[in-house]
C-alpha cells in the first residue's frame, strides 16, 4: 500500500488519517523520507518542525 504524507504535520501514514494530528488531508504527492528517532537530537526535525519520532516527507 502506498503511503501517505500527512499536509499538517508531513507524518507518513498508511491510514485514513494521520495518527499524530487526526486530519485526514493526507496526499500521495509527497518527497523524500525522514525517520527521525531522536526529535530533540535531530536537525532536520528541528527545521521541519517534527515533535515525535517517525517516519516523515519531508516535501509535501
Ligand atoms: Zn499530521
Redesign the pocket.
Known amino acids: 500500500m502506498v503511503e501517505k504524507a ?6 507518513l501514514t498508511e491510514e485514513k488519517e ?6 485526514k ?1 493526507l496526499t500521495e504527492n509527497w518527497q523524500g523520507i525522514a525517520i527521525i528517532f531522536k526529535p530533540e537530537e535531530s536537525e532536520i526535525a528541528k527545521e521541519l518542525n517534527f515533535k515525535l519520532p517517525g517516519k516523515y516527507a519531508i516535501k509535501v
Not at 500527512?6 to 507524518?11: G, P
Not at 494521520?18 to 486530519?23: E, F, I, Q, S, Y
Open positions: 500527512c499536509k499538517v504535520c508531513h507524518r494521520c495518527p499524530v494530528c487526526k486530519t488531508e
